[in-house]
């Protein structure tokens, strides 16, 4: 397994709870549509727009195969986002599932 952690910065002139409402249903949707993609979690959406998201894929093949539609993703987001989207790619230790 292969993980991506990307952090990004919402803009001020979009740091509301209509477009937090906006990204909670467009991040997950469009993100789990990513082929190879096991897991995501959306991290922050703080108050001062911090934002990071973790994506685990089923292996590092499946990561770069996804690198386009994730690409594409930040592009049509990036009238919101302040800065550039910085991405990490990480080997999986372990990933275990702690709910029943």
């Known amino acids: 397994m292969y993980a991506r952690l ?6 001020d002139a979009y740091n509301s709870e209509e477009t937090r409402g906006r990204l909670r249903a467009l991040l997950p949707t469009r993100l789990k549509a990513l082929p190879g993609l ?45 800065g550039e989207v910085e991405q990490q790619e990480l080997p999986v230790f372990m990933h275990t599932h702690c709910a029943p």
Request: with cysteine; aromatic share 8%; proline share 2%.
């Open 6 to 11: 990307s952090r990004l910065r919402i803009k």
């Open 38 to 82: 096991l897991d995501t979690y959306i991290l922050g959406l703080e108050p001062d727009g911090a934002v990071a998201v973790f994506s685990v894929y089923e292996s590092r093949e499946a990561l770069l195969r996804a690198n386009a539609e994730s690409e594409g993703l930040w592009l049509e987001c990036a009238h919101m986002i302040e």
